[in-house]
């Protein structure tokens, strides 16, 4: 078999060639970083760097962009202009329009294009097809809402040199934009925030012709430094040329038809010293510094999705999935920009103290962050965002960019994956296996083994002959199958799905028009183009249950290889002048591809049989900016060692902040074969990431989770059975991140914006607005952590009640045990448990709850604790026409009561209900635990329910404090009805 270019490492797992090796050795092996573009590997990065250094190291450096004079206009909350660039060269000018809107959210959108020549002014090269103008869809496939401008922005000031508008809630908010050089500062309350251009670094790389030059003969092996030297003495300035037309790496040349065509800007984060986002990183939640010094990175983080095989940890290289949303943040304030560009992104962060201001209030200077933004081509396009909290600006993001979909509920279960059930009788015999040692689990996974040769939606007819069989054995305790779709389409003959994706020509496009052919798992393939239409149509009609035969309702898709991975091409992925739909290059839409495929499923899913209408549910390796609205996202192909168990907590958290929370990391390590303590704590950790799921490469011994042998069987069986009896708290906390972005895991930064020390703390989590404070055991041999305390509440120990000696802003050293999952409750909150284990989450549907009401330190106050529990049919979307039930439980320590009453101030009896409402009917509070309860409640026997109309007694349990555990109190056979008004008195 020929391979173009030099195999991928991927490549050669998929030949076997190394497949004993990375069975014996394979946690050693590392990504071949070599094999991925360092900044100054990629032309538009290097040249933008250098244009940084050249610019901040001069000190009479003045950006050669101007607003034309007399250009500006304001109306309706939108300000345009056009900037006008000087070429240094050539003393011409290009004219780019911006265009500032100021939206009624309050979020400000600035946007720079390129003004449009003439036809014939600009030719392409090798008489391309792509598409000349810059790329401006992005906006189309990222956005979806919150778009509508503010009228009541208005021009606080303007003089020929500069306007001020005012905008935003009570218009706090200002912008001014300066118009020699251009420059915008984004002010809250009278003082900057967020500055634009402030350092000189705007960059629009201009559309030029090519001017042929007569090139010296190159003879390989020859080298041309001379050559080079000549070239640079005769080119003006520092402009290098050597890659604006084209440009090689790793044996793969990029024709570059536009020429150089890069956006770039300096922004500034004033007074503030943490920025977070951007994700995926294998790096620390609050981002490094990127230019070199004592613990900082050499590099940029990258922003280009790829199939990063091992990747290596601490490092601001790309990883599978991009969004470009950076909050920044100190004490009492969160601002942030969301730089919506889908090409190839580089982000140099660097900080300092305030040079202009040394002597500013209180004698401290202040720290400066300074983000350089490098995009290979499209719109410089940002939003700005001035926050002040960090809820608010998940938020706005989330009504730019849309919320995480409403999940299928068995979603937030245990997920049993591996690199493959080898067989329908495999499957059967895991599944059997999980409930003999009373291991609850929702759904079982096929990776790519299950398909005929790698032709998906097909069967490997002599390993699973009986697919419906086994999706029934499934079905039985309410189990689903996941099974993976790729993008890329086995090229042969006899497959129907590849011969019609020819026929009616709907792959992604080599640069020169035709079918884009490259090798992927199945050999020589073509990729589906999402981005069309027709192709999106067609990937729909592949799902039909009786197309997509030995599918059924319980079974769901994962898509994975969507960067999209090409093993022979440049950087395992596409090349960037292949095209889409509507001739747009990959390198306008790369970031995006990933997003486009995961919704062509999602649509596919939910058009999979008329008149049947449910959430889908399918897992996606590649994402962008709005990919949270149809799935969940996994980290990718991790190991089996304790510094990716470790990895994973910062990654889940900046996915959370970054809008897309329904992510998780593979359980045990992807690579390599996790030791008992390993895997153990991995489950224990893994019960805490919104998505759950154990997964292990083809050459990973066997680790399904009762293989392990006790006392870890026992164990990993507790941490299962811990996610299940806290669903109905996970599945409300999903329900806020549905409604407002809110993330379902959260950094302290997020719930205290106000404590410094624990700003850049990455290692430990509330989960939802439970008051449950995780932190997981991430080093080997460990048998206590250290948990930062955030605030002055009382903590207790989830398990034993003990009340935690806990101080404001210092650590406390808990005792972890093997056994034992640190995890704290904060006093103040009431969360729901179900607590009765059984085999899966569909089988809890209907079973009764049990209330916990964590006691605060002022346990006397009117709203002494709250929480709420939202619970709808877990899998149609009948929620959305009030098909659910939201309760809000509040503890009142004056009156001594908790009431229950809709959360949102429904009149709940004016519901009319359906067949799952009606069923709710008989479920019920089972039981209530009071951790915490006055010491006066000794001797209490009954409390008072009050319900319906209806008043009786429930049966009360006091346990007295003893020995550092916190007094409680059970109420037990409750009896009120869950979607119910209640009081109980105590
Ligand atoms: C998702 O698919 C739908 C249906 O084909 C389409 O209307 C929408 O534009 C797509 N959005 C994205 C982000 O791909």
């Not at 950006?63 to 909350?77: H, L, N, R, V």
């Amino acid at each position: 078999m020929h391979v173009a270019g030099p195999p991928s490492s991927r490549w050669a797992a998929y030949l076997g060639l190394l497949s004993a090796l990375s069975a014996a050795f394979a946690p050693a092996v590392a990504v071949k970083e070599h094999d991925f573009k360092k900044c100054h590997q990629s032309g538009f990065c290097q040249r933008n760097r250098a244009f940084a250094d050249h610019a901040l190291a001069s000190t009479a450096w003045e950006s050669p962009y101007t607003i034309a004079a007399e250009s500006g206009s304001f109306k309706d909350g939108q300000y345009q202009a056009v900037i006008l660039k000087t070429v240094s060269d050539s003393g011409e000018t290009v004219r780019l329009p911006i265009t500032v809107s100021f939206l009624e959210s309050g979020t400000a959108r600035v946007t720079v294009d390129e003004e449009k020549r003439q036809k014939g002014e600009i030719e392409l090269r090798h008489d391309s097809k792509a598409r000349k103008e810059r790329y401006n869809e992005a906006e189309q496939w990222a956005i979806v809402g919150g778009m509508t401008l503010d009228k009541a922005a208005k021009i606080g000031y303007e003089d020929k040199t500069q306007i001020t508008v005012k905008y935003g809630p009570s218009s706090k908010f200002e912008a001014t934009i300066k118009l020699s050089p251009f420059s915008i500062d984004f002010k809250r309350d009278g003082s900057s925030q967020i500055k634009f251009n402030d350092q000189g670094l705007l960059n629009v790389e201009h559309w030029r012709p090519k001017i042929e030059k007569p090139e010296p003969e190159k003879t390989e092996g020859e080298s041309t430094e001379e050559n080079k030297a000549e070239e640079t003495k005769e080119e003006p300035k520092d402009e290098d040329e050597s890659t604006w037309w084209d440009e090689t790496f790793g044996g793969n040349t990029d024709t570059k038809p536009r020429g150089p065509e890069s956006v770039a800007l300096d922004i500034s984060f004033v007074g503030y010293e943490h920025v977070y986002g951007i994700p995926s990183h294998a790096s620390s939640l609050s981002l490094k510094q990127t230019r070199g010094g004592d613990g900082n990175y050499q590099e940029p983080y990258r922003m280009y999705n790829a199939d990063v095989f091992e990747y290596i940890l601490d490092s601001p290289m790309t990883l599978y999935g991009s969004i470009p949303f950076m909050q920044a943040h100190r004490k009492d304030s969160s601002v942030g920009v969301f730089w919506l560009n889908a090409a190839e992104t580089w982000v140099d962060i660097t900080k300092g103290k305030d040079a202009k201001n040394p002597l500013s209030l209180g004698g401290k200077a202040k720290t400066n962050t300074h983000t350089h933004w490098i995009s290979e081509s499209g719109l410089l396009d940002v939003f700005v965002f001035l926050g002040p909290t960090p809820k608010d600006l998940t938020a706005k993001y989330g009504e730019l960019t849309g919320t995480t979909a409403m999940p299928q509920e068995f979603s937030l279960g245990y997920h049993q994956c591996r690199w493959n059930y080898v067989s329908d009788d495999d499957v059967k015999d895991v599944d059997r296996k999980m409930d003999k040692f009373k291991m609850p689990y929702d759904v079982i996974w096929l990776d790519i083994e299950y398909t005929d040769e790698k032709k998906y939606f097909t069967w490997d007819k002599h390993t699973f002959t009986d697919p419906i069989g086994m999706g029934k054995q499934l079905d039985s305790h309410g189990r689903k199958l996941v099974t993976i779709i790729d993008p890329h389409i086995k090229n042969v003959d006899n497959y129907p799905v590849v011969a019609e994706m020819k026929s009616k020509d709907l792959g992604v496009k080599n640069k020169e028009g035709n079918l884009f052919e490259g090798w992927c798992w199945p050999g020589s393939s073509h990729w589906i183009d999402a981005f069309s239409p027709a192709s999106r149509e067609w990937w729909s009609s592949l799902f039909k249950y009786d197309t997509f035969k030995g599918t059924m309702e319980n079974t769901w898709i994962w898509n994975d290889m969507n960067e999209p991975s090409v093993f022979n091409g440049p950087e395992t992925t596409m090349p960037k002048d292949n095209l889409h739909d509507g001739n747009w290059e990959h390198r306008d839409v790369h970031n995006l591809n990933g997003m486009t495929f995961q919704n062509a499923t999602y649509h596919a899913l939910i058009t999979r049989k008329p008149g049947e209408l449910r959430r889908p549910f399918v897992l996606t390796r590649s994402f962008f900016a709005g990919s949270q609205r149809v799935g969940a996202m996994w980290t990718g192909d991790n190991q089996a060692a304790w510094d990716h168990l470790q990895a994973s907590i910062p990654m889940i958290l900046s996915q959370g902040i970054a809008g897309f929370p329904f992510s998780g990391a593979d359980v045990g390590g992807f690579f390599g074969n996790p030791d008992k303590d390993l895997l153990t704590r991995w489950y224990q950790a893994g019960a805490f990431y919104p998505f759950f799921r154990g997964h292990a490469h083809i050459d990973a011994r066997r680790r399904e989770p009762y293989l392990i042998g006790e006392p870890y069987t026992t164990i990993i069986g507790a941490a299962l059975r811990l996610r299940y009896s806290l669903l109905p708290s996970w599945y409300t906390a999903f329900r806020h991140a549905h409604l407002d972005g809110t993330p379902v895991v959260k950094p302290m930064f997020y719930t205290h914006p106000s404590e410094e020390a624990g700003l850049a703390i990455d290692d430990q989590f509330f989960v939802g607005n439970t008051g449950l404070l995780a932190k997981p055991v991430t080093e080997k041999d460990q048998v206590s952590v250290d948990v930062w305390i955030p605030d002055a509440e009382v903590y207790y120990d989830y398990f034993t009640y003990a009340v935690v000696p806990t101080r404001k802003g210092e650590r406390v050293a808990l005792e972890a045990p093997m056994e034992k999952i640190p995890l704290l409750m904060r006093g103040g909150h009431v969360f729901a448990r179900r607590d009765v284990p059984r085999r899966s989450s569909a089988l809890m549907r209907w079973d009764d709850y049990t209330l916990v009401v964590t006691v605060p330190r002022d346990g006397k106050a009117a709203v002494a604790a709250e929480g709420d529990l939202y619970v709808d049919d877990g899998d149609s979307f009948d929620f959305q026409d009030g098909q659910y039930i939201h309760r809000r439980f509040v503890f009142d320590g004056a009156a001594k009561s908790l009431t229950s009453v809709d959360a949102e101030g429904r009149d709940t009896a004016a519901i009319k209900e359906g067949e799952w409402m009606q069923r709710m009917r008989a479920v019920g509070v089972d039981k209530i635990v009071v951790v915490g309860a006055p010491a006066s409640w000794a001797g209490k026997k009954s409390v008072t329910v009050e319900s319906e109309g209806k008043t009786w007694e429930a049966r009360v349990e006091f346990t007295p404090a003893a020995q550092g555990r916190a007094a409680f109190a059970v109420v037990k056979k409750v009896g009120v009805r869950i979607g119910a008004d209640w009081r109980v008195g105590f």
